[in-house]
């Protein structure tokens, strides 16, 4: 069964950093592109990052340079290290698995960022 | 970049045939995708690839896509469809993905 678990969200100040994981079971996290999408309280989603089962990784503008995808096989886990964190980065953060091309076939139960002072 | 245009909602009788419209500038040459979210929950993939439906998902959902409209039809609505509803595709230019806004779907 393929399973998705998020975590490591919380309350940080404008400016920290933090670290999500997405521990994956039913499969193996190298074998297909894995996204983070997020959707901040009351709004739509908002696609983040994506990392290639080759390891490429590209970023929405408004994360790149701030934010880092990463994976560690030997753990089957996704990562999203964050930087420079603002209040607009405030959301729920959900780790998903893109099936083929372009659509994700399973989703995270997400992990709550709230960056505020 | 390229931008996905939902309406912000859409209401329908209990039995009636809801759609969703989706425009985006030759979007039919794009593969498009539809999940739905509940209040609290994850999204859920409903149909990929403009028509193909994941299994689990009901025969009711169905899509389509042509010029600059793709559509998400939901037949013979049930009080359980109420939800957002959101399209989606890939972008290679720069490599990225691409959300609509969302369009709530109200069961009346």
């Known amino acids: 069964e393929v399973q998705l678990v998020e975590s490591g969200g919380g309350l940080i100040q404008p400016g920290g950093s933090l670290r999500l994981s997405c521990a994956v079971s039913?499969?193996?996290?190298?074998?297909?592109?894995m996204n983070w999408v997020r959707q901040a309280p009351g709004k739509g989603l908002q696609w983040v990052s994506v990392?290639?089962?080759?390891?490429?990784?590209y970023y929405a503008d408004s994360v790149k340079g701030r934010f880092t995808i990463s994976r560690d096989n030997s753990k089957n886990t996704l990562y999203l290290q964050m930087h420079s964190l603002r209040a607009e980065d405030t959301a729920i953060y959900y780790c998903?698995?893109?099936?083929?091309?372009?659509?994700?076939?399973?989703w995270g139960q997400g992990t709550l960022v709230s960056v505020s002072s | 970049s390229y931008v996905l245009t939902q309406p912000p909602s859409v209401s329908v009788a209990p039995g009636k045939t809801a759609r969703i419209t989706c425009g985006g500038n030759?979007?039919?040459?794009?593969?498009v995708h539809w999940y739905q979210q509940k209040p609290g929950q994850a999204p859920v993939l409903v149909i990929y690839?403009?028509?193909d439906r994941p299994s689990g998902i009901p025969e009711r959902f169905s899509g389509s896509n042509s010029g600059n409209t793709a559509t998400l039809t939901i037949s013979r609505v049930e009080a359980g469809d109420e939800a957002d509803y959101y399209c989606?595709?890939?972008?290679?230019?720069?490599?990225?993905?691409?959300f609509g806004a969302g369009t709530k779907v109200t069961v009346l």
């Open positions: 990392i290639h089962n080759g390891g490429s990784a």
């Open positions: 989606q595709v890939w972008d290679s230019d720069p490599d990225h993905y691409v």
């Open positions: 030759n979007v039919g040459s794009k593969s």
């Open positions: 998903a698995r893109e099936y083929t091309s372009g659509e994700f076939d399973y």
């Open positions: 039913g499969f193996t996290v190298s074998s297909k592109f």
């Open positions: 690839y403009d028509s």
